[in-house]
């Protein structure tokens, strides 16, 4: 089973390299720009970390 991990960051770099990076690792990746966005994607399908 895949590890799911929401990460938030206002800057789209960060987010691209780190969604990258744990890609590379085989974790499900879910992305948020700002907090709102990410209580909704959170509430939506819980992450592991």
Do not use: Q
């Not at 929401?6 to 992305?31: A, F």
């Amino acid at each position: 089973m895949k590890k799911r991990v929401l990460i938030v960051d206002d800057n789209s770099t960060n987010l691209y390299m780190l969604e990258t990076l744990l890609k590379g690792h085989g974790i499900e990746v879910t992305s948020a720009e700002n907090g709102k966005d990410a209580l909704d994607k959170a509430r939506l399908n819980p992450p592991d970390l």
